[in-house]
């Protein structure tokens, strides 16, 4: 079935940039996502992007996807210690029988250091 | 923000009793999903539905079940509870648009759920 792959861990100085890398198997995803998680909260949908882009960024975020490698990739321009969360990769592929079925990867805890 | 409410926010109950989640939109999409989350696994799929009646199993859907009579609300039961699912259970939404999802997906604040 559909696999959602990320490091678990990042540690970065504020500042700085940082870059979480997210691998996926299926092949006909339709949607990639970045989702955000702080500390006791629900998921913030960050960014998205079709699986028909390379490219997509949204102020601080750049998102790039290489579709022949299967690898997403999140970068945060300028860390901030407000940006310390979890960050989930999911992509939403066509299940059978026409439903759709979000996967997500086991999340990546950012640590922003002052 | 998208109209999702979980309820209840927090459950602690016993174990081998039944014990329903609710989750509630006020967006009229068609697509809704029951996911649980626990440390070192992110987020499982419980059960999903694309309409009215309309339900699918996930990958950890042993122990529970769900129901979907109106498009508002989506239903998680577990059946009988026990100490492993304990968890925080999150119910998302999805528009759809020709039949397919839209990018959005939205989660609701979630349920934590200890059972003793």
């Known amino acids: 079935g559909e696999d959602v792959e990320q490091s678990l861990f990042l540690s970065v100085r504020e500042g700085d940039s940082s870059v979480i890398n997210c691998t996926y198997t299926d092949s006909s995803s339709t949607y990639l996502y970045w989702y955000k998680q702080e500390p006791g909260a629900g998921l913030q949908l960050l960014t998205y992007?079709?699986?028909?882009?390379d490219m997509k960024q949204d102020q601080r975020l750049t998102v790039l996807l290489n579709k022949k490698d299967k690898h997403l990739s999140l970068r945060i321009a300028d860390t901030q210690t407000g940006d310390s969360a979890i960050y989930f990769c999911a992509e939403i592929t066509d299940a059978s029988g026409g439903s759709y079925i979000p996967t997500f990867g086991r999340g990546t805890s950012l640590i922003v250091h002052p | 923000d998208a109209g999702i409410t979980q309820s209840p926010r927090h459950k602690v109950t016993e174990t081998g009793t039944p014990v329903t989640l609710r989750c509630h939109q006020t967006?009229?999409?068609?697509?809704m999903y029951w996911y649980r989350q626990d440390p070192g696994h992110g987020l499982r799929l419980i059960h999903y539905s694309y309409g009215v009646k309309d339900t699918d199993k996930g990958e950890v859907s042993d122990g529970y079940s769900v129901s979907r009579s109106k498009t508002e609300d989506f239903l998680l039961t577990l059946e009988s509870a026990t100490s492993s699912q304990t968890s925080v259970y999150f119910c998302?939404?999805?528009?759809?648009?020709?039949?397919?999802?839209?990018?959005?997906?939205?989660f609701g604040s979630g349920t934590q759920l200890s059972v003793l």
């Open positions: 998302a939404i999805s528009e759809s648009r020709g039949g397919r999802p839209v990018e959005k997906l939205f």
């Open positions: 967006e009229n999409h068609r697509y």
């Open positions: 992007i079709f699986s028909n882009m």
